[in-house]
């Protein structure tokens, strides 16, 4: 199975590096055995991406990305692939969220889930760079996902980030006690 899913996602980067549209690509992967292999490049890259989008990838990152998302053993080496060759830069990072969004239509926490994710592999670095920023809040922007949700992830993942009672506690001043 794996080696059909990755023979299957090789043969997509090797459309797209010729050439090929992100969308061809993805339409080329529609039934439900391949979109899976479709989930699984677009979370690859959207994860390489935010890696990058401080400017480089550290290994910290990448340990991060593996333990967001959980890869088997006999799928590494195409993971991999898939990895260091979205990480060469941010470019497309949107159309690969909003391909996510379209998978999980109605399903804002697995959305959620996976912004909590991309928020881990942006400071397992240590620093929250504002280009991180920038990408997070765009992410959210394309999950559909209120700007309150974002507010509340960044102040549970970065230092630096103003602290408000209200966000992290989910509520407003109106809120009855």
């Known amino acids: 199975m794996f080696m059909s899913i990755w023979s299957r996602i090789s043969d ?3 459309a797209l590096s010729k050439g090929e549209g992100l969308s061809a690509v993805f339409d080329r992967l529609r039934s439900p055995p391949e979109q899976s292999v479709a989930f699984t490049i677009a979370v690859i890259a959207l994860g390489a991406k935010m890696a990058k989008a401080d400017g480089q990838v550290t290994r ?3 340990t991060a990305f593996r333990e967001v998302f959980n890869i088997p053993a006999q799928a590494e080496a195409g993971a991999a ?3 260091n060759l979205a990480r060469q830069d941010v470019a497309g990072y949107e159309d690969y969220a909003a391909r996510i969004k379209s998978m999980f239509a109605g399903q804002p926490g697995t959305l959620r889930d996976l912004l ?3 928020f881990h592999i942006a400071m397992a670095d240590g620093f929250y760079h504002p280009n991180e920023d920038l990408f997070l809040e765009r992410v ?3 999950f559909d996902l209120p700007k309150a949700e974002f507010n509340s992830l960044r ?3 970065a230092p630096d980030a103003l602290q408000d009672p209200y966000t992290v506690l989910g509520v407003t001043p109106q809120t009855p006690v």
């Open 155 to 157: 102040m549970r993942f």
């Open 116 to 118: 909590e994710g991309l």
């Open 81 to 83: 692939r898939v990895f």
């Open 140 to 142: 959210t922007e394309i």
């Open 12 to 14: 997509a980067l090797a």
């Open 60 to 62: 910290d990152e990448v």
